[in-house]
């Protein structure tokens, strides 16, 4: 079982549609990354959590410390949020190193 | 925010030459570095950490020899690919550890390496 669990994996909305991706963990973190990776490659990082609940734009992330769980939304979707998304946990237990989620690839039609 | 700078962002070199691939923290020191790569459609996989003025920590499978790491300063970490191959095209991205009470991680952007 993968220490870092993310779903779905795969996901295609229509513009405008409410989206949210999951993340689960079963380490200790310090923190959790959402994290934006585009065609090509280069990553973006979105938002680092410990806590609560964080909203950048049209992007918000939560975490829930007890149940080990986080979610990113994106409001009002758009093609250009079109890209994959990761999750990634801090453990503090091994020199804040990060696990990975294994990303969700999202696709929002026009 | 911190930012952490790679270079070069794109790389396209002949089998059997060596790659150097730079991280930098651009406004904060960073004790720890941390090095990844990505293969096409899957995740990103912790390659080593990077301490300043020691030697790195390998993942295991990673060839030490092979990925050379060097963090020589506390903005700088350096990780090259020495007598490239094909199958060591890939995507790197180095991340640094800020202190302070989070001990908050910044990521750089991303080497695209392809080997010839």
């Known amino acids: 079982k993968n220490e870092v669990e993310q779903s779905p994996q795969n996901l295609t909305a229509q513009e405008g549609e409410f989206i949210t991706i999951n993340c689960s963990y079963s380490?200790?973190?310090?923190?959790l990354h959402w994290l934006q990776q585009h065609p090509g490659g280069g990553i973006v990082s979105l938002f680092m959590?410990?806590?609560?609940?964080k909203k950048h734009g049209r992007l918000i992330a939560t975490i829930n410390i007890q149940e080990k769980h986080s979610s990113l939304h994106i409001t009002a979707s758009h093609p250009r949020d079109s890209a994959v998304y990761i999750c990634?946990?801090?453990?503090?237990?091994?020199?804040?190193?990060?696990?990975w989620g294994a990303g969700t690839k999202l696709i929002i039609k026009p | 925010g911190a930012v952490v700078s790679q270079h070069p962002s794109r790389v396209i070199c002949k089998s059997g030459t060596s790659v150097k691939i730079e991280c930098r923290s651009l406004?904060?020191?960073?004790?720890?570095m941390f090095w990844y790569r990505q293969f096409p459609k899957q995740s990103l996989m912790l390659m080593a950490t990077?301490?300043?003025?020691?030697?790195?920590?390998?993942e295991q499978g990673v060839e030490k020899d092979k990925f050379l790491i060097n963090h020589a300063s506390l903005t700088l970490s350096t990780l090259t690919v020495t007598s490239a191959h094909p199958e060591d095209s890939s995507f790197y991205i180095c991340?640094?550890?800020?202190?302070?009470?989070?001990?908050?991680?910044?990521f750089g952007p991303g080497t695209r390496l392809l080997v010839l």
């Open positions: 990634a946990a801090s453990d503090m237990d091994s020199n804040y190193q990060l696990i």
């Open positions: 406004d904060f020191q960073a004790t720890t």
């Open positions: 380490v200790g973190i310090s923190a």
């Open positions: 959590l410990s806590s609560g609940k």
């Open positions: 990077s301490n300043e003025g020691s030697k790195a920590t390998y």
């Open positions: 991340s640094a550890l800020a202190g302070g009470p989070q001990e908050t991680q910044y």
